[in-house]
């Protein structure tokens, strides 16, 4: 038993990258050879650590019976065996490299399967057993033969297993650690999630097939001819009938072709025939290349409009099905999303298949990330280790080998957050001389010393501005280097804001190349009684909370309102009104696609209301040309008020992406402003007993607190200057004196209180005099509430003076009030969904309506949101309120301090109240939860303010 013991410890927590698996090789999703798919349910056996049972399930003739079954692919802690862990970067047990804990939860997994009856037989070749993605390692056994073992998690491994192959009774064993020496190299943000989560395929290799091949598809955009040759360790011929093409492999074959690009995806079916196989190409003919300081795809530098992407199922974790995988490259497409950084491992090869068919230029990342040694000063960093080396060319090969035929792969990453050192300069040099036609990325080395871009994280507007200008320093200057943001825009809980001032320096300095959104999905967990779960939710000691909720998509891969709004700001095509609104300038932004696919629709509206509509002729403007377009002149019959053209550039046909009538651009600009709406005072208040009556209303006579107006009864009307903080709001830890939500709560703002100074009544006015202020502290809010009445309307003037030293901007600034029933919601304004002072390009102006329910955002951490933007009047509760200036608008069924406190949306119950903020400000939201926080200019500073809101009933 020991020295079997001592065997296990060694394979575990050995550095290198395993033994017995085959060389790695291109993958391709099939070919005229046999398969045969080991997916499905497996006998499984959990035990505690890694030496607690023997290897005699291995054995042919075992009996699993009362074994548990799981799925293959899939995670045995998503399957009711063992319990999930989320960290940011913390590895969740001692650092102590490249030894892992004695409780290490092992999973043996145990398939039996026969062979086709077509199965070819020994004489036709050999066979392959491959593992698409394994965490963290594994060691596997074939009819009791121990085929070898292996680390990288994310990482193809095959092994050949012809000569041991049965026609029935195959029994293949896998036994699986969640933690090994691979571990270290796999700090990721996300869930640790063990498990056999991939594919696993038996591959029948035929006598003379090719063990792998390299497509070589170059593009001249000066001649507008594509060069292809087709390297493979055996001979054979490539035919591509669309082109004409004929030869033998090894030889270059120049013709002229449409290029590959993201906007247009031109690809050509080709076969690549050996003596044993023909394998299927998809050929996308397009050349990388560093040129002029920037990258440069067929001649033309591009903008990357991306995300960054982790694998995630909210139920079946990174064990993703192709629909899936297909249903997130048609959001991306459909949200003008251009590029994909696939943080932080190869993505499942199927997806990239998608962004080849469809169209998304792919940032590959290796499966390395060592992020917790940053906690002790990055001592002992595997990267810059020359022991673990060898496995880190191993990661890199595995990545460059499978993934080097797919056209929408532009640039390799060396990994994320893994320090520098000599490990990270081989990996690069290994990939610059085995692939040199894409550019080599990674971020955490600022001097880029290896790499072909100058790339950062969460660098504030103000530094990318003086990088696009060209006033940074270092070697990356000197190198004249393109820069990206590989990660910015945390898009965690409400937010992110500030997209479109990051969008505006993009496009105006050329050396910013685009940046991608951190991320895509929240990894929110489906839990039955939390609705979704994340980090503490499943007792770990040790982990990072809702930090693993910060996706543009809600974990049920609906669109948050982030998403929307990263739409509408990059949006491929500008369309500006001029000032007289008789023209509008429309600029294609596309890199290479020109705009005669889309159609263009305009419409006029008054006050919200659509007057006229039609299609608006739009010349096919080439990538970068713009044109003045004449809008028709408006109808002479329309009505007097708020007028605003709508023109839209919508997909004229249905694409591969999107259905014809797809929105793909719009934008909106004003014709005549809106009358500010007022009370002439006709009458003053009234008293009588108990209560003070003015037009439609009814006041409290002591306190002066609105009670009703008309029939609608309402309740604690206020000045409001809380929200429950956003995630950004409440902010990284690394900036605790930037924190606003903390400083917030150190200022006492969310435990103000009312003070009440008079109630006066006047000839055509009440005047309630109050100063609003938190306990301990001398700072407050002198405020002072004026109502009038024109006989049917109330109106009411809020004016607002800062008292003390303010040092910090509030969190918002407006009025709450209860309505005892209310549901539906009518209103003019922007909409349809919420939007915040940084976050509100894609607020488009308009008449909506919705429930109180519908207005509710859902995010996984419930927080400050459902906030619609420019209102200028709206409807609840038979309450109709109209307001100057425009105002924001909230409406929920539990109070802002309920709210507040909840840690998941099902700790939120409705009341029956409907809880209503009209805000004459919110403070901005930035993305300070990992990046930087709201600009100034969208700070809502404590300074005097005036606002005015005109309250009636609504008329049956």
Partial sequence: MSSRTTTVTAYVEDVSPGSGALPPRAWYASSDAASLSLNGIWAFRLSRTADAEDDSFAEVGYDAGDWARVEVPGHWVLQ??????????????????????????????????????????????????????????ARVWLNGTDLGEFKGSRLPHEFAVGHLLRARGNVLAVRVHQWSAGSYLEDQDQWWLPGVFRDVTLLHRPAGCALDFFVHASYDHVSGEGTLRVDSDVDGRVTVPDLGVDTATGEPVTVPVEPWSAELPRLYDGVLATQGERIPLRIGFRTVELADGLIRVNGRAVLFKGVNRHEWHPEKGRALDLATMREDVLLMKRHNVNAVRTSHYPPHPAFLDLCDEL????????????HGFAEQGWRDNPVDDDRWTPALLDRAARMVERDKNHPSVVLWSLGNEAGTGRGLTAMAEWIHGRDPSRLVHYEGDHTCRDTDVYSRMYTGHAEVERVGRGLDGGPHRRRELPYL???????????PGGLADYQRLFEAHDRLQGGFVWEWIDHGIAHPGLGYAYGGDFGEELHDGNFVCDGLLFPDRRPSPGLVEFKKVIEPVTIEGDASGGTV???NGYDFAGLSALAFTWSYRVDGETVDSGFLPVPPLEPGESAEVKLPAPPATAPAGEALWTVRALLAAGTAWAPEGHVVAWGQFGRSARPAPSVAAAGGPVPGEGLITLGPASFDARTGALRRVGAVDITGLRLDVWRATTDNDDGAASQPDARYGRLWRRLGLHRVQHRLDAVESGDDALTVRTRVAPAAGEIGLSTVYRWTSDGPRLGLTVSVTPEGDWTVPLPRLGIRFGLSSADRVRWYGGGPGEAYPDSATASEVGRWQSTVDELQTPYVRPQENGARAGVRWAEIGGLRVEGDPEFFLTARRWTTEQLDAAAHRTDLAPGDTVWVNLDHGLHGLGSQSCGPGPLPRYFLRAEPARFTFVLSEVSA
């Avoid at 804990?101 to 066979?127: K, Y």
């Avoid at 792919?362 to 390395?368: A, P, Y």
């Avoid at 943001?485 to 937010?495: F, T, V």
């Fill in 80 to 137: 009711g065996h063992g319990s999930p862990v989320y960290t940011n970067h913390l590895y969740p047990f001692p650092v102590d490299p490249p030894r892992v804990p004695t409780e290490n939860p092992t999973g043996d997994h145990l398939r039996v399967f026969d062979l086709p009856a077509d199965w070819p037989g020994p004489s036709g070749g050999g066979a392959v057993l491959r593992f698409d993605g394994v965490e963290s390692c």
């Fill in 585 to 587: 300038r429309v600029r």
């Fill in 359 to 370: 169209g998304l230029w792919v940032i590959d990342e290796c499966d390395l990330e060592t």
């Fill in 485 to 495: 943001l590989c990660e910015y825009a945390h898009a965690m809980g409400n937010g």
